[in-house]
Each structure stands twice: as structure tokens, then as C-alpha cells.
């Protein structure tokens, strides 16, 4: 059963940085890839970053760009995203996705809050 479990959300000062963690299961990992996005209150879900399956092709959604990392470990079975210069507009629940076998697979997502 594919399972995507995200973790490392928290309370942020603006400027500050975070590592989310998104871990897989369920699914071979290294053939798939991964990504991120977000939903903040009453918004719709936005795309923040995608990777290839080697790690080797990333990309991110405009508001984030320069400012983020997506990486992963296939051994682990991890995907990680790093935010950098956090601002109180990327407060959202960050979620991890899959597309497998013909569906979309979310985790339950990680809540990052950005504030003073």
C-alpha cells in the first residue's frame, strides 16, 4: 500500500528555514518521481517542487524558486524539501505526492507556520 508520511513542519520566524521529510513506502521509491505542494487556508493547493527519480532533474513553482531544495534518498526512501528565507505567505500544510499506477498519492501533510 502506498504511504507517504511528511514530517519537520513547525512554528518559523520569518527569515528562518526548514527541512521538511516525506517518507515512502509501499512503492518502489527510485522508479517514481516525487513531489511537493501546498495549501494554505481558503487557497487552493499549489505546486512547490518536483524531482526526478535519480534526483538528478528538479524543478520548483515560482514562488519558491531560488529559495528551496528538493532532494531525495533512495535508500531511505526519502524526499526531503529545504525552504530557505521563509516568509509568513508560505504558511500553508505541505504535502508529498506520487503519482503510481494511475493515481495520485498525498501524505497527510506537515503544517509550517510562519510568523513572528
Known amino acids: 500500500q502506498v504511504q507517504l508520511v511528511e514530517s519537520g513542519g513547525g512554528l518559523v520566524q520569518p527569515g528562518g528555514s526548514l527541512r521538511l521529510s516525506c517518507a515512502a513506502s509501499g512503492f518502489t521509491f527510485s522508479r517514481y518521481a516525487m513531489k511537493w505542494y501546498r495549501q494554505a487556508p481558503g487557497k487552493e493547493r499549489e505546486f512547490v517542487a518536483v524531482i526526478s527519480t535519480t534526483g538528478s532533474s528538479t524543478n520548483y513553482g515560482d514562488s519558491v524558486k531560488g529559495r528551496s531544495t528538493i532532494s531525495r534518498d533512495n535508500l531511505k526512501n526519502l524526499v526531503y524539501l529545504r525552504m530557505n528565507g521563509l516568509k509568513p505567505e508560505d504558511t500553508a500544510l505541505y504535502y508529498c505526492?506520487?503519482?503510481?499506477?494511475?493515481?495520485?498519492?498525498w501524505g497527510q501533510g506537515t503544517q509550517v507556520t510562519v510568523s513572528s
Open positions: 505526492k506520487t503519482t503510481y499506477s494511475g493515481n495520485d498519492y
